[in-house]
């Protein structure tokens, strides 16, 4: 009854990440790719990055100046079409409501035709930045063109949701070498966040999973759970799809 959207179908899509590299990291050969392919790739970054660090004397502003200018180097790289800023305090005290007012307003305007983000139901994932990011946008995709939280409405589709960081995959985007090259290259900008040891820890992961996941022996994927938005509001199969 419920047809899985093609990722190749879309014009543009909105990825909404928790922290500068969180997008990058987990589905950048994506984005590589589809770039590549001329669709409009468009970043939200909920929160600043600005205590993703054990330096304490970098902790707050100072470090969220240095990671917004990883990310616009990253985002160069995978080849994003514009990357926007919520600015909420990482690790902060702010709300999936607020969250989802201001990606309400981003939706209505960029028009998407997908929308990717953290999955929230994923077992174990306990950071809340990640948990809250991932609601607000699932929310905001299932309730955008309602006036009574945002004033205003749109007669615009948003077509799919996609999940990443997700145990419940049902999607397995074929990208090439070149598209995961880049997606290191990306990744290797957000030396804030990783030592050389740490990086090939973490390459030497995305290269395995890409393969673990692949339908096809030789193929490198990444995997989602891409949904329809009617999917996100009393379909209680919705995990089974």
């Known amino acids: ?41 468009y970043y939200v970054t909920v929160t600043d990055g600005s205590a993703g660090t054990r330096d304490e004397s970098l902790v707050g502003k100072k470090l969220a100046e240095i990671r917004k200018k990883e990310q616009e180097k990253a985002a160069e790289i995978l080849g994003v079409h514009e990357l926007l800023w919520l600015d909420f305090e990482d690790l902060g005290d702010y709300t999936i409501e607020q969250v989802r007012e201001k990606l309400i307003r981003i939706i209505r305007k960029i028009e998407p035709d997908a929308v990717f983000t953290v999955d929230p139901f994923a077992p174990y994932e306990v950071h809340p930045d990640h948990l809250k990011c991932g609601m607000s946008t699932a929310q905001a995709v299932s309730l955008y063109r309602l006036p009574k939280l945002v004033p205003g ?46 990086l090939q820890v973490l390459f030497s992961y995305l290269a395995e999973k890409s393969r673990a996941y692949s339908p096809v022996e030789g193929q490198l994927v990444e995997p989602f759970k891409v949904l329809p938005p009617v999917a996100l509001h009393v379909i209680s199969e919705a995990y089974m799809l």
Do not use: W
């Open 153 to 198: 409405t749109s007669n615009h589709d948003v077509t799919a949701i996609g999940f990443f960081n997700t145990a419940f995959p049902n999607t397995f985007y074929p990208i090439e070498q070149e598209h995961l090259n880049r997606k290191f290259q990306a990744i290797s900008q957000h030396k804030s966040q990783f030592d050389e040891r740490s």
């Open 1 to 41: 009854m419920m047809k899985l959207p093609e990722l190749d179908s879309f014009g543009k899509v909105l990825c909404v990440q928790p922290h500068p590299d969180d997008a990058d990291i987990s589905m950048g050969g994506t984005i590589a790719k589809l770039s590549q392919k001329g669709i409009r790739v």
